[in-house]
C-alpha cells in the first residue's frame, strides 16, 4: 500500500514524540500537529489497518516495524533538507517549512545525492 503524505506526516509524529516521550496517545499527536480528535482518531485507524502502527488497550500507539521504518526515512529527508536550507541562509521558519513539502516528493536518487554532496564530502 503506498502511503500518502499525510500518512508520512503522521508516522513522522509519532516518531519524533517516541523519542521525547514514553508513551504517545493521539492527544499528544493532536498537540504537536495541531489538528483535531476527530482527524486523529481517523488517521490512526487508517494507519493501524495498513499495519504501519499498533495501538493497545491504553490508548498508546507504537510504530510497527514498517512504520518506523518510513517514519525514519521521512524524519531524515525532513531533517537533511532543512539542514541544507539553513546552511545556504534560509530562515529557520521557511527552512522547515520548505523541507516538510519537499520530504514526501523527493526521489531517493534526488535525496541521497544531496546527502551524499552536501553532508558526506
Not at 536518487?109 to 551524499?116: G, H, P, R
Amino acid at each position: 500500500m503506498h502511503l500518502q503524505e499525510s500518512g508520512e506526516m503522521y508516522l513522522e509524529t509519532i516518531y519524533v514524540l517516541t523519542q521525547q516521550k514514553e508513551n504517545v496517545r493521539s492527544i499528544d499527536i493532536c498537540e504537536h500537529m495541531g489538528y483535531s480528535k476527530p482527524s486523529i482518531s481517523r488517521a490512526v485507524g487508517i494507519l493501524k489497518n495498513a499495519g504501519y502502527i499498533t495501538v493497545d488497550k491504553n490508548g498508546y500507539i507504537t510504530l510497527t516495524k514498517n512504520g518506523k521504518i518510513i517514519a525514519q526515512k521521512t524524519y531524515e529527508r525532513h531533517s537533511i533538507l532543512k539542514s541544507l536550507f539553513l546552511k545556504i541562509g534560509v530562515s529557520e521558519d521557511i527552512a522547515s517549512e520548505d523541507a516538510c513539502k519537499i520530504e514526501h516528493v523527493i526521489s531517493d536518487e534526488v535525496f541521497n545525492a544531496i546527502k551524499k554532496y552536501f553532508f558526506e564530502t
